[in-house]
């Protein structure tokens, strides 16, 4: 019997530490929190979490599209990569493709311009201004790349004429090739840009809800993201890694 009531103390004694270190953990990163907002004019939204960091005495604040680095009190942020010297491995650059991690399979696919090449079997997404000039380039990049189904999610934030020309193409009678030409070819799509476009605001509300502050984006199908104009060489690596 004193045994079980020795075992029963003891595990007591363990829950108790267990909860004592994470109640000790959430004061420090709403102490963080509170701080970041206060002295840098923050907003609370705009951090998406605090976590420890792999360097003591340091946390990582993860501001969604970038991660800061902040002492236990708020008092000082360091800004940039984090690297393990030993693994020469990016440590911020991992934790942000972690974090921005997207579920390919719950993207609302319906409302991207669907783009098949050879056999389609590989997919990516793209979140793409028509206006962007890497935009274009990455769209030149994909001429060379077969076998690949390209949804391309118009995501206008660079100007109005950026929207005017989202929804010329969205609203033509083969979007596939009224963005290609566009695009590729630099011929201006033709449609009025007056049918049912709330596709594109949907696209928007999107992207901002993902995170996505720059075009392109793109979107392997494990959820890996590829921001800027990558080149083929790099995409096709990424395409095989990700099957």
């Known amino acids: 019997?004193?045994?079980?009531?020795?075992?029963?103390?003891?595990?007591?004694?363990?829950?108790?530490?267990?909860?004592?270190?994470?109640?000790?953990?959430?004061?420090?990163?709403?102490?963080?929190?509170?701080?970041?907002?206060?002295?840098?004019?923050?907003?609370?939204?705009?951090?998406?979490?605090?976590?420890?960091?792999?360097?003591?005495?340091?946390?990582?604040?993860?501001?969604?599209?970038?991660?800061?680095?902040?002492?236990?009190?708020?008092?000082?942020?360091?800004?940039?990569?984090?690297?393990?010297?030993?693994?020469?491995?990016?440590?911020t650059e991992s934790r942000l493709a972690e974090i921005n991690k997207v579920d390919f399979s719950k993207l609302p696919l319906e409302n991207a311009v669907k783009v098949v090449k050879g056999d389609g079997k590989r997919k990516i997404a793209v979140f793409s201004d028509p206006n962007c000039p890497y935009c274009h380039q990455l769209e030149s990049t994909l001429k060379s790349v077969d076998n690949v189904t390209v949804y391309t999610f118009l995501y206008p934030v660079l100007s109005p004429d950026s929207t005017q020309k989202a929804k010329q193409i969205w609203c033509s009678s083969d979007r596939a090739k009224a963005w290609e030409s566009w695009m590729v070819d630099r011929k201006a799509p033709t449609a009025a840009g007056t049918c049912n476009t709330a596709a594109i605001d949907s696209n928007l509300q999107l992207g901002a809800k993902m995170n996505v502050t720059g075009t392109p984006t793109v979107i392997l199908a494990d959820g890996t993201r590829l921001p800027g104009a990558v080149s083929a060489d790099r995409l096709e690596s990424a395409l095989s890694a990700a099957r």
Do not use: F, W
Not at 10 to 20: K, T
Not at 45 to 60: F, Q, S
């Open 1 to 91: 019997m004193q045994k079980r009531i020795r075992i029963a103390a003891l595990v007591l004694a363990a829950v108790a530490s267990v909860l004592g270190c994470s109640a000790q953990a959430d004061q420090t990163t709403d102490k963080i929190k509170t701080a970041l907002q206060s002295r840098l004019g923050i907003d609370s939204g705009d951090i998406k979490g605090i976590t420890k960091a792999p360097v003591a005495g340091l946390y990582e604040v993860n501001l969604g599209s970038q991660i800061v680095y902040s002492d236990a009190n708020g008092d000082y942020v360091l800004t940039g990569d984090l690297i393990d010297a030993k693994a020469h491995r990016n440590l």
